[in-house]
């Protein structure tokens, strides 16, 4: 089974996998059109990223993140180029869960405070960068993957790449999908949640 990275989620030729705040109520909703670039034809959510779902649809505060459930697939309604510059790259194996230490890269579009050229510090630019696998330290739901600035690197995901992917190297497999940053007293950068695809294999294998 094969999927391919594009502008921060994972694709099969007609199918999308995001995070879920990202897709269900940013671009499919308000018709943001830096998300998915192809015309969606539907959206699921896994179920257990539902509750926070319902909160945002009512505009009710989320009690508790579900970063490990961050995951839906969006159905395209037509299918992609693969000669547009999409890579096209493999889901993980149920195993592929990296272990705290391990150096991993991120991609995404997002704000890069690192870059001298203010026209490209705002984002939308593809970028790569090295971080590390870490513990999670601190109280989560689902199970998620987490990450740490990699040494003498400091890079992390930031604001516009949610849905980006985790890889361990270039050529994947996507071990992950960017969630949300955490911020914890005892650490000096922030800790990025990302949800763990191997963990929800089922659930995408189920519905692409």
């Not at 999927?3 to 897709?23: E, Y």
């Not at 015309?39 to 649809?57: D, E, I, K, T, W």
């Not at 890269?105 to 050229?117: A, K, L, M, Q």
């Not at 090295?130 to 990450?147: K, L, Q, S, W, Y």
Request: proline share 9%; aromatic share 4%; hydrophobic share 35%.
């Amino acid at each position: 089974m094969c999927v391919c990275v594009c502008a921060g989620g994972l694709h099969r030729s007609n199918v999308d996998i995001r995070r879920v705040f990202q897709v269900s109520f940013l671009t499919l909703r308000n018709g943001d059109q830096q998300g998915i670039h192809h015309q969606p034809s539907g959206v699921v959510v896994a179920p257990g990223y539902m509750p926070s779902c319902m909160s945002a649809r009512q505009r009710r505060p989320i009690k508790q993140t579900l970063s490990g459930f961050d995951i839906a697939i969006v159905s395209l309604a037509q299918l992609v180029n693969l000669q547009t510059g999409i890579r096209v790259l493999s889901l993980p194996q149920p195993t592929d869960i990296p272990r705290p230490g391990t150096p991993v890269f991120i991609v995404g579009y997002g704000r890069d405070d690192n870059d001298r050229d203010p026209q490209r510090k705002n984002g939308g630019i593809l970028k790569k960068g090295r971080a590390t696998i870490m513990e999670c330290r601190h109280a989560t739901n689902g199970d998620p993957i987490c990450v740490k600035s990699g040494q003498n690197f400091g890079q992390l995901p930031a604001p516009g790449d949610s849905g980006g992917p985790l890889l361990p190297s270039p050529q994947g497999p996507v071990l992950g999908v960017v969630s949300h940053g955490v911020t914890l007293p005892n650490l000096p950068d922030i800790i990025v949640e990302y949800a763990s695809v191997a963990r929800m294999l089922d659930f995408v294998r189920s519905n692409i």
